[in-house]
């Protein structure tokens, strides 16, 4: 070993080196793994830490997120609500059956009858300026 050789040859970093080899060797090997597992912990406790700030910042991140999406469901859910309450009192008012209603249909004619209304409207007008030019 290198705490045997004792040979002129060496500078003062060799023999400092050789003391300490020594001098470490005379350490159990539990002793030396242990100090081994220590550091290894501090890495690991190091890295933890670091995923339990990252964890900690993605936690408030997706609070914030998940507390702003649920107030908007919740106010998607209410105005679902208060259309489908207002189509149901569309449906009574005029006369339909809340079971059978069709809403599509219903909408449909509406548009049409506001198509007619307008053509009609058009050509009334049309007549009337007629009218008044003739005049």
């Given amino acids: 070993s290198i705490s045997s050789y004792s040979g002129s040859n060496l500078d003062a970093s060799d023999q400092e080196l050789n ?3 020594s001098e470490s060797s005379s350490e159990s090997d539990v002793d030396v793994a242990e100090d081994f597992e220590d550091s290894d ?3 690991i406790d190091d890295e933890y ?4 700030d990252f964890r900690d910042q993605f936690e408030l991140m997706m609070e914030a997120f998940v507390k702003e999406a649920k107030c908007k469901v919740q106010d998607v859910q209410k105005r679902i609500e208060d259309a489908q309450q207002d189509l149901k009192q569309l449906c009574e008012m005029y006369g339909g059956e809340p079971n059978t209603f069709d809403e599509v249909a219903f909408f449909n004619a509406i548009g049409q009858f506001a198509i007619n209304f307008q053509d009609i409207h058009k050509k009334l007008m049309a007549e009337k300026e007629t009218q008044q030019r003739q005049q």
Avoid: I
């Fill in 41 to 43: 912990d501090d890495a």
């Fill in 49 to 52: 830490d670091c995923e339990e």
């Fill in 19 to 21: 003391e300490n080899v």
